[in-house]
């Protein structure tokens, strides 16, 4: 561990190593990989939610709701200030040291330069998932989409499980946050 990086507390590292051991048993499953490494690409800098954001804007704009198209763009930057918080000043305040790398990576995988608490994926997905249930109503979409995405980050090691779910919970406040200063 970096002299920088600060202690897990017990209760964490506990919990992590039993979600850890559940959540990792697909690994090797050449499908399950290639799902687990294709969500974490197109997550990565908010371009999945991004992309969903615009074919909604676009949709929208082409049938005329400039409502929905704006609600949209909304989403998107809403998203832009949670990266930059979540990437900046919160993970620089926390310092928690990524996974001990996979020996192997199956598919191509971008490497992080950030630390791993919390998961910046999590955190975008919850916060893109709160918006986007409030705007469109496909709430089980949103939520599932978002949950396939932080296990990505577990499966491909990449994350803590504590990381992903503290990334759910920062994304989700942060969503509400917004909706109160944005509506």
């Known amino acids: 561990m970096s002299s920088r990086a600060r202690s897990i507390p017990t ?14 048993s697909a690994r090797g499953i050449d499908a399950v990989d290639r ?7 197109a ?5 999945l ?14 049938r005329g ?18 990266q930059a918080l979540v990437n900046g000043p919160v993970k620089s305040g926390i310092l928690r040291e990524r996974p001990v790398p996979l020996a192997e ?3 191509r995988l971008r490497s992080p330069s950030t630390t791993s608490f ?4 999590a955190t975008a997905g919850a916060c893109a998932a709160v918006l986007g249930s409030a705007d469109t109503g496909h709430r089980w979409a949103w939520w599932t989409l978002a949950g396939l995405v932080g296990w990505s980050r577990i499966h491909v090691g990449l994350h803590h499980p504590s990381d992903v779910l ?17 509506p």
């Open 65 to 82: 709701d400039r409502t929905r198209a704006a609600r949209a763009l909304r989403r998107s930057t809403v998203l832009g200030f949670e």
């Open 11 to 24: 209760a964490v590292a506990a919990f992590d190593r039993w979600a850890e051991s559940r959540l990792s």
């Open 166 to 182: 503290g990334g759910w919970l920062i994304g989700t406040g942060l969503a509400r946050t917004a909706q109160r200063i944005w």
């Open 43 to 47: 997550a990565n800098h908010s371009l």
């Open 105 to 107: 990576h199956p598919h």
């Open 35 to 41: 799902v687990a490494y294709g969500l974490s690409q």
């Open 49 to 62: 939610w991004h992309g969903i954001n615009a074919a909604d804007s676009l949709g929208a704009l082409l």
């Open 118 to 121: 919390p998961s910046g994926h």
